[in-house]
């Protein structure tokens, strides 16, 4: 096997919009190797899920292009049958919303001895019994109580720890982890954080991380891809990116968080919202409209990631140049976009 | 799950109650009593009287409705001032008539109903879809009765597949092979009109139920498990988009059996619908009323079906 | 001056069970809370799921019957018999679900002239200037007035719920986790707003939500509930700096930084503070499990700890 437990090349993941397609992922490719996290980042709307649906194969009416090899094997070109036998078993998926994500119908043991069954060869009392050792890893009380229960029984917190129970039940290889512990509490969090590690140090698995919490992000992540508008604008070891953050978008979003430092004052603003799939201009640097005091000149025609420092990507040369706007300018460019915006 | 089934039924006692006590006093309310169709007008008034204290009539309402229940519980419904014989024995035959053909309209129903509305809701916008969904509005638009007659006329009267009225063939001994046959025989032509038409509900429901349900994240997470496609659909997708069909099945059930007058009509099918409409006609209200009685406790026997059938498959109903 | 007083506030949901549906016992959502918010401030009530921060929010909306104890807001009674006063206009809610608390039939219009037609005689000129001056004062353009909630970003909609709380000009604002469902950007936005409208309209608010960066940001105290009780209530300043419950430092370590350098540690620290925790909480509950009345540790600063402190 490669060094590579995941590799992705040029994935475009295109959406139908009034008969027309809009790529949400664009030409996006990074790797993951065991033991690895990559944490994904961005607003929503940056492609970040749509990512993790194309890596699953989730996507039923989305055009992919593009590469994905998965331990070697290139699942993009798979069919629905060898897929299944990957996902869920050695690739496996954490959900982001708990209230939704669990069949309404069925027990909760069921809904994770349906996978235990899928990809393995238990018996039926072993897969009860697991369910059951499952519930108690993730850190659900009474599991054998739980375990008997429908969703609607449960609180949010205990319906993302039964997702996760899920994810995890057949010791995946690669962990795609979409927003994991959005819905939780801080402790249940870092509960749930703790059990992706020891997920890592049991198995060696690599995880895909989807998160806007870049908290999180510090403290799992050992590289970081920043997503805006369907490119990958920057990427880089965690630390190289907290200590030394350079594209204009992970500067904005960094600056954006309440932080001690921030007590006081007002927090960064970006102007603007991620613009929707049909309406994106995809020429050019994607996020010029939303920093319109830099000059045109600072973008490249045709923004490329470029190494700057080692394994430091960023795309466009708008960053050599680009300064946080200062907080008045702030103000008044909010109320331009009130006046002359138009929804 | 029991102890739902066992207080949802205990509900149905005091509903039942109110039922037979105001089926009870339509009775009364109705002019005359037993007494005053069925005897010579040469008797004299007295001897009427009389009479009506032996038979009870001048008891207070509440001791005649005792007796009434306690009557019921007896199996003795009264007698039928139409046909001078015991109610029972009116409607025996005919309720029987409309069982079989209940019986045979909603196994049609799901039967066809249940995959044209998966297939219709898996692979909607389809040509297939589009299909299904045209016969659907077309089923929607076009009246039980005209349906009916356009099939008795094509397979009963221009092809000669079928008979064209009655229950079974005369002159056939009944519980013979061929009297079995024969009530088949007669079931077929009514039966597929009440269903072709019943179905486009249960199509569209399903339909559209299915269409929700596939976008559902839970869904999205079968597949991710692995489930197969089949699985999803069979497993996951179909349970949850059959709620509204089976919150509907006890209903669909008893409409049924009451009896399907334009058809009963049409078919010439001796049936419990048209026993229903000619007891009206006739003026035959101890007939009448036993089926008032009967109809409202199909009601309540059919609200109780659908509760109990949506409570063994949704369990957030259980709760409450 | 304290705009809302609440004192020994309880909630009590009954369990039913049983054949005949009998209460079996009771969940004590909110048990004996009393808490204080002076008129302009703000005030976190902080607490994880299950904690009864909503339960309390809900219990001042009036949307929740109340077991025990007084709310009062302006020096006038809202809890009790004979309750005649109607402070709804006053008080008013955001909510957590900025996708689900807009009626979705309803144009942005309608949603936010909704409680200015309830308590008030307007003709459709002054409506219509009223509504587009409350669009204009959270940011969004006049363009969105005819439009439904679904047009809008997860921000914008988030605005379009404080346009409608605000629009009665309310004095006290209940925000139930009102940015927890929004991304980092969107959430800075929001925040930075609601802090200016606080400002600009002397609003009282308490702002109900799990996250205590956000907290942290935006209120002057901060009380941290559990199970229905607070187990520590002081300044911001207090709680961060000298947080004296074990069940508070818990939740203070439990926040992952985004100071690289510092993850090591903060993950040592938070594996202590688990340690200490899962050791001694017990001890920090009476026999009933419940925490212990607050005692003052300084002007501000008050804890809940066994014994006389």
Redesign the interface.
């Known amino acids: 096997m490669s060094e590579k437990l995941l590799e992705v090349n040029s994935l475009t993941t295109s959406f139908k919009i009034k008969g027309e397609y809009f790529p949400a992922v664009d030409d996006v490719s990074f790797s993951i190797k065991p033991n690895e996290v990559l944490a994904l980042v961005g607003?929503?709307?940056s492609g970040k899920s749509a990512t993790a649906?194309s890596l699953?194969g989730?996507h039923t009416n989305a055009r992919i292009k593009g590469e994905v090899l998965f331990q070697d094997r290139k699942i993009s070109e798979m069919g629905?049958?060898r897929?299944?036998?990957?996902?869920?078993?050695d690739m496996?998926?954490i959900?982001q919303?708990p209230m939704?994500?669990?069949?309404?119908?069925?027990k909760v043991k069921l809904q994770i001895m349906?996978?235990l069954k899928?990809?393995g060869s238990r018996s039926k009392q072993e897969r009860q019994a697991y369910a059951i050792e499952l519930l108690d890893r993730v850190g659900i009380p009474r599991p054998d109580r739980v375990a008997e229960a429908?969703p609607?029984e449960l609180?949010?917190?205990m319906r993302q720890r039964v997702?996760i129970a899920?994810a995890i039940a057949n010791r995946p290889k690669l962990l795609i982890a979409d927003e994991p512990t959005t819905a939780l509490?801080?402790?249940?969090?870092?509960q749930i954080?703790d059990l992706i590690r020891e997920l890592q140090d049991d198995l060696g698995s690599g995880v895909l991380l989807i998160t806007?919490?870049?908290?999180?992000?510090?403290?799992m992540a050992d590289r970081v891809a920043v997503m805006y508008a369907g490119e990958i604008v920057e990427i880089a070891p965690?630390?190289e990116l907290?200590?030394n953050p350079q594209h204009p978008y992970t500067r904005?979003?960094?600056n954006?968080?309440?932080?001690e430092e921030?007590?006081g004052s007002?927090?960064?603003?970006?102007q603007g919202?991620?613009p929707a799939l049909n309406r994106m201009d995809r020429t050019g640097c994607r996020f010029a409209p939303r920093i319109p005091w830099m000059d045109a000149s600072a973008h490249e025609d045709n923004p490329q990631l470029r190494e700057i420092a080692d394994q430091h990507f960023v795309r466009c040369t708008c960053y050599k140049s680009f300064e946080l706007k200062p907080d008045e300018a702030d103000i008044e460019a909010?109320?331009m976009?009130?006046?002359?915006?138009?929804? | 799950m029991l102890k739902f089934t066992i207080r949802r039924l205990l509900i149905t006692f005091p509903q039942l109650i109110l039922l037979s006590v105001l089926v009870f006093m339509l009775g009364s309310l109705m002019p005359g009593d037993a007494l005053s169709g069925l005897i010579d007008p040469n008797i004299p008034a007295s001897a009427i009287e009389e009479r009506r204290e032996e038979l009870g009539l001048n008891d207070p309402w509440y001791i005649q409705y005792r007796d009434w229940v306690f009557a019921m519980f007896q199996g003795d419904f009264g007698t039928s001032i139409f046909h001078q014989r015991p109610v029972m024995d009116v409607i025996g035959g005919r309720l029987m008539n409309t069982v079989w053909l209940s019986l045979f309209s909603t196994v049609l129903i799901y039967l066809l109903g249940l995959p044209l509305g998966l297939v219709s809701g898996r692979y909607n916008d389809s040509l297939l879809d589009t299909t299904i969904t045209g016969y659907t509005y077309l089923g929607f638009a076009t009246p039980q009765f005209i349906f009916g007659l356009v099939l008795l006329w094509i397979f009963g009267y221009n092809l000669d597949l079928f008979p064209t009225g009655g229950s079974v063939a005369p002159g056939i001994e009944p519980g013979s092979i061929d009297y079995v046959l024969s009530k088949i025989n007669h079931l077929v032509l009514p039966s597929f009109a009440i269903a072709l038409i019943g179905l486009v509900g249960t199509v569209q429901y399903l339909r559209s139920g299915v269409i929700e349900t596939k976008q559902k994240d839970f869904i999205v997470l079968a597949r991710a498990k692995g489930v197969s496609e089949s699985s999803v659909y069979n497993r996951h997708i179909f349970r949850n988009s059959i709620l509204p069909i089976a919150a509907f099945f006890g209903y669909e059930i008893v409409a049924l059996l009451g009896g399907s007058i334009f058809i009963e009509m049409i078919y010439s099918y001796p049936g419990m619908g048209r026993l229903f409409l000619d007891s009206i006609s006739t003026r035959d209200f101890s007939v009448a009323n036993v089926l008032i009685l009967f109809y409202g406790f199909l009601a309540i026997a059919g609200a109780l079906l659908s509760d109990i059938i949506l409570s063994i498959i949704d369990p957030r109903i259980r709760i409450k | 001056m304290n705009l809302l007083e609440i004192k020994d506030l309880k909630v009590h949901f009954p369990i039913k069970g049983g054949f005949f549906n009998t209460v079996k016992d009771y969940v004590k959502a909110v048990d004996g809370l009393s808490i204080d918010i002076p008129q302009g401030t703000a005030y976190g009530l902080v607490g994880e799921s299950g904690s009864g921060k909503t339960t309390t929010g809900k219990a001042i909306m009036g949307l929740n019957h109340i077991t025990g104890g007084d709310i009062t807001y302006d020096s006038q009674l809202l809890t009790g018999k004979g309750k005649t006063i109607d402070v709804r206009e006053d008080i008013q809610m955001i909510f957590q679900d900025p996708y689900s608390s807009l009626n979705a039939r309803k144009r942005v219009f309608d949603i936010i002239a909704e409680p200015i037609r309830n308590y008030h005689k307007r003709t459709k000129k002054e409506l219509l200037d009223e509504v587009l001056g409350l669009l204009g004062r959270v940011g969004l353009p006049p363009g969105s007035l005819y439009k439904y909630p679904h047009e809008f970003s997860g921000g914008q909609r988030q605005r379009i719920g404080v346009a409608r709380a605000i629009a009665l000009n309310p004095k006290l604002i209940i925000a139930d986790e009102p940015v927890s469902a929004l991304d980092v950007s969107v959430q800075a936005q929001v925040l930075n707003f609601m802090q200016e409208i606080q400002q600009e309209m002397q609003l009282t608010m308490m702002f109900i939500a799990h996250d205590l960066g956000v907290v942290r940001h935006m209120c002057q105290y901060i009380g941290i509930m559990y199970q229905g009780r607070l187990v520590e209530e002081g300044t911001t300043e207090d709680i961060f700096r000298n947080p004296q419950h074990i069940y508070t430092k818990r939740l203070i370590a439990a926040i992952p930084d985004t100071d690289v350098d510092q993850v090591e540690r903060n993950l040592a620290l938070r594996n202590a503070i688990k340690a200490e925790y899962d050791e001694s909480f017990s001890d920090n509950l009476d026999e009933e499990g419940r925490a212990f009345p607050l005692q003052s540790i300084s002007e501000t600063h008050k804890v809940a700890l066994p014994g006389k402190g």
């Open positions: 607003e929503s709307g649906f699953m989730l629905a049958s897929m299944n036998k990957i996902r869920g078993g496996a998926m959900f919303d939704t994500a669990l069949n309404p119908l069925m349906e996978t899928i990809h429908f609607h609180s949010g917190g997702v899920v509490d801080v402790t249940i969090q870092a954080l806007h919490d870049l908290g999180v992000v510090a403290e965690a630390r907290f200590k904005s979003l960094l954006s968080l309440p932080s921030m007590l007002r927090l960064h603003v970006i919202v991620v909010e109320q976009n009130v006046e002359g915006g138009n929804g």
